[in-house]
C-alpha cells in the first residue's frame, strides 16, 4: 500500500481522513479557528430593523409583551420568521417570550443560505464576536471548533456577510435571554444523507444548556417568487398550504416533510435547517405552534405574500454518546471483519441504485454481538491505489455496525476532497475499515506510544488528530509526529512541549485484502 498522510478531525460526529492526492477535488475554503478578536456586524441595522439601541429594545420588548400564548417550560428549540421586524416581529415575539428570562449557555441558529450555493454543506463564520445596536455577542468558538472537524462544516466567510437569515434573530436573543454565546450556522442545499450527518453531529454536541433556533419563512407565493399554485382565495390557500407543512413538522415527521415540500413545491427557504432539526429532536420531545400570520395579512395585499411562523419544541436535549467498552473488552473476530466489510460494499452499492442506505437485512447481512459493540469507526475507499474517499467518527456513540453503515455511504459521496463515488467505480474500490477503541487522556506526551496509539492533540480551541498507523508510514519518532499534529491544528510546530493535552486511542484495522 502506497503511503498515506491520514488527517481525522476530532468530532462526535463524523471525520474525515487526508491521503494521496485527490481525484478531482472540489475547492472549499479550509477551516480555521480565529484566535483574535474579529467582530461580525450586522448589516440588517437601519433597514431591517432601527439602528437605535432603545429604539430597538422597545420594539422587541413590545412584540414580547403582545405574544399571548403561555409560556411553556423545558424549551429546546424554536422555529422563528426572518423578515423585517415590522412583517415577521410581531409573530417572532411569541418564540422569544418562550425563552426570555430563561438561562442557556449557548444558542444555535440554524439558517438557509440565501445567496450563496452550497450543496451539502453549513457555513461556519470566520469572527469571534456578533454585535447588533444592542451589544457583541461572543461566539461559543468551542463548539464552533468541533464542527469544523466534520467535512459537512466549514468556514466560508461570505456565506455570513450579508445573510439576514441569522442576523435578524440576533437582537430577539439579544433582549430575551441577556448573556448567552451564539453557534451561527448557514446551511446549503443538503439531501437526506447530508440532512441525517448534520443532524447527528449536533445532537451529540447539544446539552440542556443549548437552545436551537431554526430561522425559516414559510411560504412565498407571487409572481415576485415564481410560485403561483392558485389564484384564488389566496389566504385560505395560503393557510392551508403552511399548515400542511406544520403537521408533518408538529409530528416529527422527517420523511413526510421533505416529501411535502417536493411534492407542492412549498417555498419553504429553510426546508433543509427544519430537516436538520427534525433529524435532531429527542423522541419524547412536543412541538407547540405559538403563531402564524402572512405579509399579506400586514399589508393587505396577498399578490405576493410570505408566511411567518413561531414553534417551540419542549422537552430535553439528550447529547451523551453512548457507552462504549472499554479497549481491552473490545475484541472482533474474522467473521465479525469480513460481515462489516461486506456491509460497507453492500451499502455502497445499494447506495448507488436507491439514493439512500440500506438495512443489514436488506444486504441479507445478520448482526452478530461483536457488530453490536458501541464503538467509533471510519471507512477508506482507494481507487488504483489512490485515496478515494474517507470518513468515520472518533468518539463512541453508537453500535459499530451502524456506524459503519453511515460512513461508508458518506466516505463514498460526502468526502468534499473528491467528486461523488459513480456507480461505475464501485467494482474497483477497496475497502478498508479502522474500529476505534473509545479516547482517553493521558498525563503528556510521552506517554503516547508510536505504532500503537492514534492521538489527539488538544490547545488554545484547537485539535488535530492522527491515526495509530500514520507515524510508521511516514517514519515519524514522537517528536516529528507532534510537529506535523500541531501544524495540522494550526498551531506553531513546537506547540506540543507546553500546555498542550492529549488523548490516545488504538485501532483495528482491517481491509478486503487483509482481515
Not at 29 to 36: D, H, I, M, N, S
Not at 476 to 492: M, Q, Y
Request: proline residues 7%; charged residues 20%.
Amino acid at each position: 500500500m502506497p503511503s498515506r498522510l491520514f488527517m481525522l478531525f476530532l468530532a462526535a460526529g463524523l471525520t474525515s481522513c487526508g491521503g494521496a492526492e485527490p481525484m478531482k477535488p472540489r475547492a472549499v475554503p479550509e477551516a480555521r479557528t480565529p484566535v483574535e478578536k474579529k467582530v461580525l456586524a450586522t448589516h440588517l441595522a437601519g433597514s431591517w430593523f432601527t439602528a437605535n439601541a432603545e429604539e430597538l429594545s422597545r420594539e422587541l420588548q413590545g412584540y414580547m409583551d403582545r405574544a399571548d400564548e403561555p409560556v411553556l417550560e423545558q424549551v429546546l428549540a424554536l422555529i422563528q420568521p426572518h423578515a423585517g421586524y415590522r412583517f415577521s416581529g410581531p409573530t417572532a415575539g411569541y418564540g422569544a417570550r418562550q425563552i426570555a428570562g430563561k438561562a442557556y449557555a449557548r444558542v444555535v441558529v440554524m439558517s438557509p443560505s440565501h445567496r450563496i450555493p452550497m450543496r451539502n454543506l453549513v457555513a461556519l463564520p470566520d469572527a469571534t464576536h456578533f454585535s447588533t445596536p444592542l451589544g457583541e455577542v461572543p461566539l461559543d468558538l468551542d463548539f464552533l471548533a468541533r464542527l469544523q472537524n466534520s467535512p459537512f462544516f466549514r468556514v466560508i466567510p461570505e456565506a455570513h456577510v450579508g445573510e439576514h437569515s441569522v442576523q435578524i434573530q440576533v437582537p430577539f436573543l439579544q433582549k430575551a435571554l441577556g448573556a448567552f454565546q451564539l453557534v451561527p450556522l448557514v446551511m446549503g442545499q443538503l439531501d437526506e444523507n447530508a440532512v441525517r450527518g448534520i443532524a447527528a453531529i449536533l445532537r451529540g454536541l447539544v446539552d440542556e444548556q443549548t437552545l436551537v433556533v431554526v430561522s425559516t419563512d414559510f411560504t412565498h407565493y407571487g409572481p415576485n417568487y415564481g410560485y403561483l399554485p392558485f389564484r384564488e382565495n389566496i389566504e385560505q390557500n395560503l393557510e392551508k398550504l403552511d399548515m400542511g407543512a406544520m403537521d408533518f413538522i408538529r409530528r416529527k415527521d422527517l420523511a413526510g416533510f421533505r416529501s411535502y415540500c417536493e411534492q407542492t413545491g412549498a417555498t419553504i427557504c429553510g426546508r433543509d435547517p427544519v430537516a436538520v432539526l427534525l433529524a435532531m429532536l429527542p423522541a419524547d420531545s412536543e412541538a407547540h405552534l405559538l403563531h402564524y400570520d402572512t405579509s399579506g395579512r400586514v399589508l393587505g395585499d396577498y399578490e405576493n405574500s410570505v408566511s411567518y411562523v413561531s414553534m417551540a419544541f419542549t422537552g430535553r436535549w439528550k447529547g451523551e454518546p453512548m457507552s462504549a467498552p472499554a479497549a481491552k473488552e473490545f475484541t472482533l473476530d474474522a467473521e465479525d471483519k469480513q460481515a462489516l466489510l461486506k456491509l460497507a460494499r453492500g451499502t455502497i452499492e445499494y447506495y448507488m441504485e436507491h439514493k439512500q442506505p440500506p438495512t443489514p437485512e436488506a444486504l441479507g447481512i445478520a448482526i452478530t454481538p461483536g457488530m453490536q459493540q458501541v464503538a467509533g469507526a471510519f471507512v477508506t475507499l482507494h481507487q488504483r491505489g489512490q485515496l478515494r474517499g474517507c470518513i468515520g467518527e472518533i468518539v463512541p456513540r453508537r453500535p459499530v455496525y451502524q456506524a459503519i453503515i453511515e460512513q461508508a455511504v458518506n466516505a463514498a459521496v460526502n468526502d468534499y476532497r473528491f467528486n461523488p463515488v459513480t456507480a461505475g467505480e464501485v467494482a474497483g474500490l477497496h475497502i478498508e475499515i479502522s474500529v476505534l477503541t473509545p479516547p482517553h487522556d493521558v498525563k503528556s506526551y510521552g506517554d503516547i506510544v508510536i505504532g500503537r496509539h492514534g492521538m489527539i492533540l488538544s490547545k488554545q480551541g484547537r485539535s488535530a488528530v492522527f491515526l495509530p498507523q500514520v507515524a510508521p508510514e511516514q517514519g515519524w519518532g514522537i517528536e516529528e509526529t507532534l510537529t506535523h499534529l500541531s501544524l495540522k491544528a494550526g498551531l506553531p510546530p513546537d506547540a506540543w512541549r507546553e500546555g498542550a493535552s492529549y488523548k490516545v486511542f488504538e485501532a483495528v484495522v482491517f481491509s478486503e485484502d487483509k482481515v
